[in-house]
């Protein structure tokens, strides 16, 4: 239902429509469709001894380890890697909002640098940095998991706290 009203609502927008659209276009094919259920098929049969799901990971399990100013330093806390490249399927993202009380100051789409294998961890720069000077009380940070150009309801952090 809530996918239903998402896309009805947003349609009644001309630039959100063609976005949709374009989106649609250009990832909404069946060749894209059979080559991702191939891949899934293939990644999870060569998980010997895996389960199934750790190919596919739907709710990855990240931690924020540690935090500096403009940066904060994550770790797959998960059974299965998180792809940040892989061709034809969408890579994973982090989005990063910054908020003044309610208010959203600014957001990021922030990339992987790599694969992000369980146990491992990775340090990502935020750019946040110019945003959080001179504000008072200290903005809160929030992430959010996210897929590279796969559109999305609106989305609970994982994560937030104050800068």
Partial sequence: DALVDFFRK??????????QRAWLE??????????????ALRSASSLRGAPAH???????????????AD???LRNDGDAPLRAREYGAPAYRVLAKLFDGERELADRWLALPGDLA??????????????QDGLKPAPTLRLYHALQ???MLPP???????L
């Fill in 54 to 68: 750790a190919a596919l990971p739907l709710f990855p399990a990240l931690s924020v380890i540690e935090r500096t």
């Fill in 118 to 131: 369980p146990g491992e961890t990775v340090n990502v720069e935020t750019g946040f940095r110019p945003f």
């Fill in 10 to 19: 947003e349609l009644d927008v001309p630039a959100i429509a063609r976005a």
């Fill in 149 to 151: 150009g796969v559109p």
């Fill in 26 to 39: 250009a990832n909404a094919q069946m060749s894209t469709t059979v080559a991702g259920y191939v891949h």
């Fill in 71 to 73: 940066s904060i330093t």
């Fill in 156 to 162: 609970e952090p994982w994560y937030a706290a104050a």
